[in-house]
């Protein structure tokens, strides 16, 4: 079993920095691909960014290319990600997640992950 827990969430401004964190417990983070999603009240989960098992590889959606770094550290257990220059439209409530399935090409639909936490709000006002 895959538990995972975030943290780091919080009310900022415009241009600041967050770093949030997930810690998985049971199985560990050894051997999962892992990933960052979002969503807000109405609106589908959106995948934010994502780390192969293997930490080689790193993907991000568009809007936080250069602003966003996934990271892992298995001997921890922990992934975070650091959000840098926030903006009102990285609001949301934000979710770890996991898959150990063998997965051929990065998944980035939520369907593609099995394990889940559950939830840290990052709120970001102008």
């Known amino acids: 079993q895959i538990r995972l827990v975030e943290s780091g969430g919080g009310s900022v401004h415009s241009g600041d920095s967050l770093k949030l964190t997930c810690v998985a417990t049971g199985h560990g983070l050894r051997g999962l691909d892992m990933a960052w999603f979002r969503q807000t009240p109405g609106n589908e989960r959106e995948f934010v960014a994502g780390i192969t098992w293997r930490g080689d590889s790193t993907y991000y959606t568009d809007s936080v290319k250069g602003r966003f770094a996934i990271t892992r550290d298995d001997v921890k257990d922990t992934l975070w990600l650091q959000m840098n220059s926030l903006n009102a439209d990285d609001t949301a409530a934000y979710y770890c997640?996991?898959?150990?399935?063998?997965?051929?090409?990065?998944?980035?639909?939520?369907?593609?992950?099995?394990?889940w936490g559950q939830g840290t709000q990052v709120t970001v006002s102008s």
């Open positions: 997640a996991a898959s150990d399935a063998y997965n051929r090409e990065f998944p980035r639909r939520p369907r593609g992950f099995a394990y």
